[in-house]
């Protein structure tokens, strides 16, 4: 008898390790689709953030660039010159500063790792710069930080795209 009862305990154990290996899979299967769809829904929200300062940068809204942008921000434009954040919002500021008539983000996405995002993208624009109409279309790359809650770009780089 001793070998019968010997042998539930065994598929007894067994039984509990299968039922403890389920149930730690689909603990991790959870927690996986709870960060990615956290991840998702940050993105989802970076996107918004980045579009925001394109509507921004058309009504020259100095308040929201300055909501938007981290106080560090480093800003590499399509002629290689780098701006801090007050070189930035002054030079939106000035009088000879013309933001695009139109703009278009014609393609985005977003990746994020944890409290940092880079968005990627092709921003085209059309206006007038100096009595000359222009269409522009550009690369860019946007790396935002998340900080006490609040998402925060830190570096953009543009690069133009030649026609």
């Known amino acids: 008898m ?4 010997h042998c539930g305990e065994i598929s007894a154990r ?3 390790r299968h039922l403890w290996t389920v149930v730690v899979l689909v603990l991790t299967v959870s927690v996986a689709a709870a960060q990615e769809s956290r991840r ?5 929200h970076v996107l918004a953030l980045d579009n925001s300062w394109n509507r921004a940068l058309e009504a020259k809204d100095i308040k929201a660039l ?7 921000v480093k800003s590499v434009d399509i002629d290689g010159s780098m701006q801090t954040k007050a070189e930035f919002l002054a030079s939106i ?14 393609e985005s996405s977003v990746d994020v790792y944890g409290d940092s995002a ?3 993208g092709i921003f085209r624009t059309t206006g007038v710069d100096k009595g000359k109409k222009y269409v522009k279309r550009e690369r860019f790359v946007d790396t ?11 570096a953009t780089v543009t690069v133009l795209i030649p026609r």
């Open 2 to 5: 001793t070998g019968l009862s």
């Open 14 to 16: 067994t039984s509990f």
């Open 40 to 44: 998702s829904d940050e993105g989802t």
């Open 66 to 72: 300055d909501l938007l942008l981290a106080d560090t």
């Open 93 to 106: 500021k000035a009088a000879d500063y013309h933001p695009p008539a139109h703009s278009v983000t014609e």
């Open 118 to 120: 880079v968005v990627v």
């Open 144 to 154: 935002w930080t998340k900080a006490n809650g609040t998402w925060k770009c830190v």
